[in-house]
């Protein structure tokens, strides 16, 4: 069975998760999603999942969906809040695992989701958004982030803007970025900075560097990334993501709006 950038992510996630914990999503993360529906299959049966989408709380897991995305945040709830409650009460208490993407992250895991470019009123291009990331960032032992596509457009040596928290001298709680996985390699921050200690199979130390934006310090021993097994790459394909909806992120432009009109006549035949 081919082994694909999305099931290396989704398999990192995975191996991050701890059983018992409770593992929050945001939006349009469809990789993160999966990887917690892996951990939950495997390892990690006593999780619980918290989602923005519908703001709930659930301890069983569904198929990813795009059009039936609430059959696993909203039909399996135990129960829902408010936005507003969740990321400003319930996630700073609990403080719950979770993994943010950034459009982009420097040296010390500062994180930026709201533009490129310096000047907010006529940016180069307007990012989705920080949602609830600057309330709970700030607060966090563990920052967990994942890059679907390394390159330097992400991996700066300054953010345009700060809007997530990672190891900065601003921080009065918590100690910020701790691990981040990117469909090269996986990295950590236990010196204070980025720390590449994984390269995934295939791929080579200097196709990293060439793709980060800043100097970045190499563990030694360097390791491999344990290879994906065949039930983990069965879960992921059979039982949690059927339709491919996890490969979306690595995806821009003409091959998504392709791809998402392929799944959606995919699961709209299923559902007839």
């Not at 059009?67 to 700073?92: Q, R």
């Not at 609990?94 to 709201?114: A, L, M």
């Not at 001298?169 to 990295?187: C, E």
């Amino acid at each position: 069975m081919e082994v694909l950038p999305e099931d290396i992510l989704c398999v990192c996630i995975s191996r991050q998760v701890k059983d018992g914990e409770i593992l929050a999503q945001g939006l349009a993360t469809p990789l993160v999603a999966a990887g917690y529906l892996l951990a939950w299959h495997t390892h990690a049966p006593n999780s619980f999942f918290a989602s923005a989408i519908g703001q709930s709380i659930c301890k069983e897991g569904a198929p990813l969906g795009l059009e039936t995305v609430e059959a696993l945040w909203l039909d399996k709830a135990i129960s829902t809040f408010g936005f507003a409650n969740a990321a400003t009460e319930l996630l700073p208490r609990f403080k719950p695992k979770e993994f943010f993407r950034p459009g982009q992250v420097d040296s010390k895991g500062n994180t930026n989701n709201i533009a490129f470019g310096k000047n907010y009123d006529r940016p180069r291009l307007r990012l989705p958004g920080s949602g609830g990331i600057p309330d709970v960032t700030p607060i966090l032992d563990d920052v967990h982030l994942y890059v679907p596509r390394h390159s330097r457009v992400t991996f700066v040596k300054e953010l345009d803007f700060v809007s997530g928290l990672g190891i900065h001298p601003q921080r009065v709680k918590g100690r910020g970025a701790k691990y981040l996985v990117s469909d090269l390699g996986q990295f950590d921050f236990k010196n204070g900075r980025m720390r590449l200690t994984h390269i995934h199979p295939g791929v080579v130390v200097a196709r990293i560097v060439a793709k980060t934006g800043f100097e970045l310090e190499i563990a030694e021993p360097l390791s491999v990334t344990e290879p994906l097994t065949v039930e983990e790459l069965r879960l992921l394909n059979e039982a949690i993501d059927p339709l491919g909806i996890r490969k979306l992120e690595l995806l821009s432009g003409a091959k998504r709006r392709l791809a998402l009109g392929e799944i959606l006549e995919k699961e709209r035949a299923q559902l007839i």
